[in-house]
C-alpha cells in the first residue's frame, strides 16, 4: 500500500492543489497518462460546487468513477454514509485506497475502492460495479438510491451514462464533469450536429441542468478543449419497463446509424416495408433523423414498438 498521501483534515474539506496532486505522482514514479483521460480538477470551489449539487443524503449510495488521486473523493468521505470508488490506474488506485483508509478512519463512511475498468464492454459495466449498485435496486427504504459523482474520463463518459441510465433504476441523480462535446451531446436540441441518441435518452428520461462551465485552467494537466459540469435528475419514466426502454435505445441508434439519411431511408434497416410505410403516412418522412424532438421520437416508436427489429 502506499503511504504518501499525508494527513487529511476532515473539518475544512480542502480540496488536493496541483503541487499536492503532482508530488504524490513525482513519489509513485508516474505522471498523468492522456490515455486514460487522466486530467485532475484542480479547482477547489468547483470541486466542493460539484459535490454540493448531488445533494447527497444519509440513505445515497454514492458512485464515483476515475477517483484519479482522491481529490473529488475527499470530499465525498466527509458528506456520504456508502461509496464506490472506481480506479482503472493500478498505481492512482493505490493512492486513493490509501487515502480512503486514512479518512475512512476518521468519518462514518462505508467505502469501497475498486481497481477495474468501469465497462466490461461498451454496454456492460464491470460485474464488479453491477454487483455493488445492485445492492440498492430494491431498496427498503423509497429514499434510497444511488447518485454518480465525479469527473469522469472522456472516454467512458457516453456509454457510462447510457448504462446507468438504460440499466440500473437504483440510479436517480447524475452530477459529473465531462469535456464539453460530450456535455453538449446531452444537452443538445433538435437539428444540432450533437444531437443524437444521447441526447434523445437522456432528454427522455431527465431533467438536465449545466452546474458551470470549467476552462482548461481548472484542471492538471491542462485538456485542449473546455469542460462543463452536469447534473441530470431521473423522473418518471415514459416507458412501461424497463426492456421497452432498451427498445427505444436500440430503434433510436438503428436509425441514427443513418442519420445522413432521411427518416423513411433509416427506418428500413429497422422496420419491415409495412410498419415502415405506414409510420411514414403519420409523419414528415422526408425530414432527418436529428430533426425530430424528443416527444416526437417517442411518438414514432410508439407506433412501430411491436415491430422494432431488436437484433
Known amino acids: 500500500m502506499c503511504t504518501t498521501t499525508g494527513n487529511v483534515d476532515l473539518s475544512t474539506e480542502q480540496v488536493q492543489t496541483k503541487t499536492e496532486i503532482a508530488g504524490l505522482l513525482k513519489t509513485m514514479g508516474v505522471r498523468p497518462r492522456k490515455r486514460l483521460g487522466q486530467n485532475f480538477l484542480i479547482d477547489g470551489n468547483l470541486m466542493r460546487r460539484l459535490a454540493d449539487a448531488a445533494e447527497i443524503g444519509p440513505d445515497d449510495l454514492v458512485f464515483e468513477v476515475g477517483a484519479g488521486t482522491g481529490g473529488l473523493t475527499d470530499l465525498l468521505l466527509t458528506r456520504a454514509r456508502r461509496l464506490i470508488v472506481v480506479e482503472i490506474d493500478p498505481t492512482l488506485y493505490e493512492i486513493v485506497s490509501d487515502r480512503v483508509g486514512r479518512i475512512q478512519d476518521k468519518s462514518s463512511c462505508d467505502a469501497t475502492v475498486l481497481n477495474v475498468d468501469v ?6 459495466l464491470a460485474s464488479d460495479v453491477e454487483d455493488a449498485l445492485r445492492t440498492v435496486e430494491s431498496p427498503s427504504n423509497p429514499t434510497a438510491g444511488v447518485k454518480l459523482v465525479a469527473n469522469l474520463p472522456y472516454q467512458v ?7 446507468l441510465l438504460v440499466d440500473y433504476p437504483a440510479v436517480y441523480r447524475l452530477c459529473f464533469t465531462v469535456q464539453a462535446e460530450v456535455g453538449e451531446r446531452i444537452t443538445s436540441r433538435p437539428g444540432c450536429k450533437a444531437y443524437g441518441p444521447l441526447s434523445i435518452v437522456s432528454q427522455s428520461l431527465c431533467s438536465i441542468d449545466v452546474v458551470a462551465k470549467l476552462p482548461p485552467q481548472a484542471f492538471w494537466p491542462q485538456p485542449a478543449v473546455d469542460s462543463v459540469m452536469l447534473r441530470m435528475d431521473v423522473g418518471d419514466s415514459p416507458f412501461s419497463s424497463r426492456e421497452e426502454l432498451r427498445s427505444f435505445v436500440r430503434f433510436v441508434r438503428g436509425v441514427f446509424d443513418h ?4 427518416l423513411r431511408s433509416g427506418l428500413r434497416y429497422v422496420l419491415d416495408d409495412k410498419t415502415g410505410a405506414r409510420v411514414c403516412a403519420q409523419v414528415d418522412a422526408t425530414r432527418r433523423p436529428e430533426s425530430f424532438s424528443v416527444s416526437e421520437w417517442l411518438a414514432i416508436y410508439r407506433a412501430t414498438a411491436s415491430h422494432v427489429d431488436t437484433k
Not at 463518459?157 to 448504462?163: F, Q
Not at 442519420?259 to 432521411?262: E, F, I, L
Request: no cysteine.
Open 119 to 124: 465497462l466490461a464492454t461498451k454496454h456492460r
Open 157 to 163: 463518459a457516453t456509454p457510462l451514462i447510457m448504462n
Open 259 to 262: 442519420r445522413r439519411k432521411t
